[in-house]
T-cell receptor, first 113, second 112 residues
Framework: DAGVIQSPRHEVTEMGQEVTLRCKPI?????LFWYRQTMMRGLELLIY????????DSGMPEDRFSAKMPNASFSTLKIQPSEPRDSAVYFC???????????FGSGTRLTVV | AQSVAQPEDQVNVAEGNPLTVKCTYS??????LFWYVQYPNRGLQFLLK??????LVKGSYGFEAEFNKSQTSFHLKKPSALVSDSALYFC??????????FGDGTTLTVKP
């Protein structure tokens, strides 16, 4: 099992550009989570899905952020337009069920200049 | 609301000494509790969990955690710390909404 796969590992983009982060969860995991980590705010839950359906997106900071899960093996987090304050490490995690614990990907380090 | 608190931002310990990273929880009902570790430039890794049963839970890398219902605590412990244990540690509680709530993290530094 390759674990949770995120791409790209690093992304540097200019303010105003669209950014798309990608995640492939572990096969058979029904839950998928998107987190953002910064020094100032720590680890923040942005959105999570159950069986490809968004359950809670209350952590999505603004309308500039959107997430989709078109099938059980793929999810995207899109920022349009990007701003410097979006600079952070974005993690994807999956879990078969909440009480099983999460498996995190290696993250995408986003820098918006 | 389900929540956890990690009262210490930083824990320093000498190599070979026992270590404790503290976590307290606030839940309604039975708590499902977790510990994760994050090494630099890596994602969080699951260490151990408490669902029910023995109050002492054993996990990866020689770590264990003690669940104490009366003190609403779930402290992470290791009998003998290694320099390689230096990392950021997160406590988490599962909510019945299907997601876990994480603490703010505690940075553990083990000095040789």
């Amino acid at each position: 099992d390759a674990g949770v796969i995120q791409s790209p590992r690093h992304e540097v983009t200019e303010m105003g550009q669209e950014v798309t982060l990608r995640c492939k969860p572990i096969s058979g995991h029904d839950y998928l989570f998107w987190y953002r980590q910064t020094m100032m705010r720590g680890l923040e839950l942005l959105i999570y899905f159950n069986n490809n359906v968004p359950i809670d997106d209350s952590g999505m900071p603004e309308d500039r952020f959107s997430a989709k899960m078109p099938n059980a093996s793929f999810s995207t987090l899109k920022i349009q337009p990007s701003e410097p304050r979006d600079s952070a490490v974005y993690f994807c995690a999956s879990s078969p069920w909440g009480t099983d614990g999460y498996t995190f990907g290696s993250g995408t380090r986003l820098t918006v200049v | 609301a389900q929540s956890v608190a990690q009262p210490e931002d930083q824990v320093n310990v000498a190599e070979g000494n026992p270590l404790t990273v503290k976590c307290t929880y606030s839940v309604s009902g039975n708590p499902y509790l977790f510990w994760y570790v994050q090494y630099p430039n890596r994602g969080l890794q699951f260490l151990l969990k408490y669902i029910t049963g023995d109050n002492l839970v054993k996990g990866s890398y020689g770590f264990e955690a003690e669940f104490n219902k009366s003190q609403t605590s779930f402290h992470l412990k290791k009998p003998s710390a290694l320099v390689s244990d230096s990392a950021l540690y997160f406590c988490a509680v599962w909510t019945n909404a299907g997601k876990s709530t994480f603490g703010d993290g505690t940075t553990l530094t083990v000095k040789p």
